[in-house]
């Protein structure tokens, strides 16, 4: 069952467009929809206009009957751009090239350098994440990666995901995901701070707090069962990512792995990314 609504009329580029908004009862679940219906054109007309206008642009909706094209900013951008019918398409390897709000914590451990910058999917946010944590161990190194799990604005799973630079120990922690609806919008790090006479970890655990994409509603905070690891402690929590924005990128400071080294510490900081 389906619940249309159509209201406001754009233009873009030379096409006028009807905005729609409208709920779809998909095995038992309401999700959101939020589309511009393009007017009458070919298949590949409708695919090359997703490319052409691709900041409104995230999902394709093609009616043959009507040769309607419709574009939704919200869904799933799928990496593979291997059809020009149906939904959730978009060209191969999309990537935000910008970012309006940097987060960080000041607790961040001293050791290691900065690695690369990581996005998700244009159009994809931030819905979960899942660590790489080394247990036990003669040089434990604790926290050596931070994964975060890309979706929709909606919060839906996308399929896709960011890390960032990592350490090779430890083994992958099972991923948690955010309320229904609400993406990672800030963090705190829990950070063992240096100490000439112990085994050095870095970081050891790290949390998050959800939200909303568009307002403050929704705020929960969240993190991997306990919630805690073996050394350190957590610091004051990161700034937040402003409304109608969400973290969808990551960078890590990665320390070890030199055959020089003796007390291995892994990851030590990490900053996330906004995106509107």
Same mark, same amino acid.
């Given at each position: 069952m389906s619940f249309l609504f159509q209201n406001v009329r754009l233009t873009v580029g030379k096409y006028?467009?009807?905005?729609? +908004?409208?709920?779809?009862?998909?095995?038992?679940?309401?999700?959101? %929809?939020?589309?511009?219906?393009?007017?009458? %054109?070919?298949?590949?007309?409708?695919?090359?206009?997703c490319?052409?206008?691709?900041?409104?642009?995230?999902?394709?909706?093609?009616?043959k009957s009507s040769k309607e094209c419709k574009l939704g900013p919200?869904?799933?951008?799928? %990496?593979? +751009?291997?059809?020009?019918?149906?939904?959730?398409?978009?060209?191969?390897g999309r990537k935000f090239n910008d970012y309006i709000y940097t987060?960080?914590?000041?607790?961040?451990?001293?050791?290691?350098?900065?690695t690369y910058q990581e996005f998700c999917t244009k159009g994809h946010y931030a819905v979960g994440y899942k660590m790489k944590i080394e247990g036990p161990h003669t040089d434990r190194t604790e926290l050596n990666a931070i994964e975060i799990i890309c979706g929709s604005r909606g919060g839906v799973p996308c399929g896709d995901i960011s890390s960032s630079g990592q350490q090779e120990w430890g083994g992958w922690t099972d991923?948690?995901?955010c309320p229904a609806k609400t993406l990672l919008v800030a963090f705190s790090l829990q950070v063992q701070q240096y100490n000439?006479?112990?085994?050095?970890?870095?970081?050891?655990?790290v949390k998050f707090k959800c939200r909303d994409f568009k307002n403050d509603a929704g705020n929960f905070d969240m993190s991997y069962p306990p919630g805690y690891g073996a050394y350190g402690s957590y610091g004051e929590w990161s700034d937040a990512c402003p409304v109608n924005s969400a973290i969808c990128?990551?960078?890590?400071?990665?320390?070890?792995?030199?055959?020089?080294?003796?007390?291995?510490?892994?990851?030590?900081?990490?900053k996330f990314f906004c995106c509107e």
């Amino acid at each position: 069952m389906s619940f249309l609504f159509q209201n406001v009329r754009l233009t873009v580029g030379k096409y006028q467009t009807t905005k729609e +908004f409208f709920r779809v009862d998909k095995n038992k679940e309401i999700r959101s %929809m939020d589309l511009e219906v393009i007017g009458s %054109m070919s298949e590949v007309q409708c695919a090359a206009f997703c490319e052409e206008n691709s900041d409104i642009c995230c999902e394709i909706t093609y009616v043959k009957s009507s040769k309607e094209c419709k574009l939704g900013p919200s869904g799933c951008c799928h %990496m593979e +751009f291997n059809k020009v019918s149906g939904s959730n398409i978009l060209h191969p390897g999309r990537k935000f090239n910008d970012y309006i709000y940097t987060l960080s914590v000041s607790n961040g451990g001293v050791f290691g350098d900065w690695t690369y910058q990581e996005f998700c999917t244009k159009g994809h946010y931030a819905v979960g994440y899942k660590m790489k944590i080394e247990g036990p161990h003669t040089d434990r190194t604790e926290l050596n990666a931070i994964e975060i799990i890309c979706g929709s604005r909606g919060g839906v799973p996308c399929g896709d995901i960011s890390s960032s630079g990592q350490q090779e120990w430890g083994g992958w922690t099972d991923e948690v995901l955010c309320p229904a609806k609400t993406l990672l919008v800030a963090f705190s790090l829990q950070v063992q701070q240096y100490n000439v006479v112990v085994d050095n970890t870095g970081a050891n655990y790290v949390k998050f707090k959800c939200r909303d994409f568009k307002n403050d509603a929704g705020n929960f905070d969240m993190s991997y069962p306990p919630g805690y690891g073996a050394y350190g402690s957590y610091g004051e929590w990161s700034d937040a990512c402003p409304v109608n924005s969400a973290i969808c990128g990551i960078q890590t400071k990665i320390h070890g792995g030199n055959p020089y080294v003796q007390d291995d510490t892994a990851l030590n900081d990490v900053k996330f990314f906004c995106c509107e």
